[in-house]
Every structure is written in C-alpha cells, then in structure tokens.
C-alpha cells in the first residue's frame, strides 16, 4: 500500500502564523517537506539562504523567470517571490508531502498552470488567517522584523488578501496556536487518506 504525494498550500496575510503552523506540523510529521522559495527580498535576522528562501538578485529572479523555473511567481509587498518547479514535481512523484506557503495570486497561478486533475490529485488549499486584523497587526509588529514601510503595506494588503479565503478548501483562523496546529494536523492526515491519493495492492 503506498501514497501518492501531495502538496498543501498555505495562504494568509502577512503575521497569520502561516510559518508558525509550518514549525508546528513538522513537529509531528518530520518527514514534511517546504518548498524554498526564491525571494528577492532581503534576508531578515536569522534567516539562512537556502533554508528559508533563495534570496535572489532582481537580475537573478529574472533568469529564472526566463529559464522557466517557476512554476508561479507574483510580486508581494513590493518584492519578487517564486516557487521553484523542479522540487515539488519531485516530491509529488516521490510521494512525499511538500507545504507551500505562497500568496493568493501564486495560489491562484498554480490552479491556472497544473491540470485540474493534477491539482484534484495532488494539491489541498488552506487559507490562514488571523482572529482579526488588530490582532494581525499586534503579532506583525511584535515579530518586530519589518521596516514601518514594510509593515505598513503588509497591512494595507491584508484586508485584500481576507477577501480571497472562500476560494480555499479549509480555513484556519489562528488565535490559540494549538488549536490552530491541531487543526492543521487533522486536515493534514485527512488529505494523507484520500482515496485519490491511495492505492490498494489486491485492487491495483
Ligand atoms: P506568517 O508566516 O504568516 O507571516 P508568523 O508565523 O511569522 O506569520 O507569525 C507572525 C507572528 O505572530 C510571529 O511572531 C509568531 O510567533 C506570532 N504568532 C503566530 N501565531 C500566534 C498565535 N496563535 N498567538 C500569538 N502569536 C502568534
Ligand atoms: P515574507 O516576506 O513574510 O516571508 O512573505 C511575504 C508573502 O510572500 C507571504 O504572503 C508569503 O506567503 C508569500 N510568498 C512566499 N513565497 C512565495 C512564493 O514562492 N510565491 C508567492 N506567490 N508568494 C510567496
């Protein structure tokens, strides 16, 4: 009996805990892939290249773009940010599990691109968002890691990126963090045990 992989992404403004949740499920799934995305954003404090992101040049970013190595790409709060195609086709086919955490336009942009059988087959959307955006911006500014412009159009683009949560499969609103993880490890093992994933040997 084997599974086939699968992805799930991750979308939600700016501070929802998206990476939070990620750190979250990987305590309990340590097999859990993320796929790195390139950035041309600097890296913040503690931030490794090659681990969080690939931070890119804008020159860089755009060989890729040209080469054809993304499999989405958007600008977000003013910066280049792209998913690299050659990991996650990887992880699919090796049937392992991989978290994207990308934007709704990237979201958007993978639904558009893959096969609506592919995306049926192998892809879950789960929409993070946060109890309010006063609280939102609260958790921003005490994670202290952005600039007052940064932050200021992280929060401005927050109320357009709630709008998009009904084209997602799950929501998850993150107040208490345990429930939240508890949440996403449930629709993480529900994902795990779709029979479009499965196989049964004496069946085929
Ligand atoms: P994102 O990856 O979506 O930008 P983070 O995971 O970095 O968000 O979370 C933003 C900030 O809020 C971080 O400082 C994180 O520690 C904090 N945080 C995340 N979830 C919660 C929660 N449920 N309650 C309080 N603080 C939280
Ligand atoms: P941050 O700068 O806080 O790490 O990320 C800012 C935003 O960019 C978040 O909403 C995050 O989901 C999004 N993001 C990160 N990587 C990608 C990516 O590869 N593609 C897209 N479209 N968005 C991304």
Redesign the pocket.
């Known amino acids: 009996m084997s599974n086939q992989g699968f992805a799930i992404v991750l979308s939600?403004?700016?501070?929802?805990?998206?990476?939070?949740?990620f750190?979250r499920l990987k305590e309990d799934f340590p097999n859990l892939l993320f796929s790195i995305s390139c950035t041309t954003r600097p890296p913040r404090p503690g931030e490794k290249d090659g681990v969080d992101y690939h931070f890119y040049s804008q020159e860089f970013f755009h060989h890729g773009i040209q080469r054809g190595d993304f499999l989405e790409y958007a600008n977000v709060h003013g910066n280049f940010y792209g998913t690299p195609k050659a990991p996650l086709l990887n992880a699919i086919q090796k049937g392992h599990t991989m978290v994207l955490?990308i934007d709704v336009q990237g979201a958007r942009q993978v639904k558009s691109v893959l096969s609506p059988e592919f995306v049926q087959e192998h892809l879950e959307f789960v929409f993070?968002a946060p109890p309010s955006l006063e609280i939102l911006e609260e958790?921003?500014r005490?994670?202290g890691t952005e600039s007052p412009e940064s932050l200021q159009r992280r929060l401005e683009n927050a109320h357009t990126e709630m709008m998009a949560w009904r084209e997602y499969q799950y929501l998850v609103v993150?107040?208490?963090?345990d429930k939240?993880a508890a949440e996403m490890k449930a629709i993480l093992m529900a994902a795990q045990c779709k029979t479009q994933r499965a196989s049964w040997p004496t069946q085929g």
């Open positions: 939600g403004p700016s501070g929802a805990g998206k990476s939070s949740l750190q955490d993070v958790r921003l005490k994670r993150n107040d208490k963090l939240a």
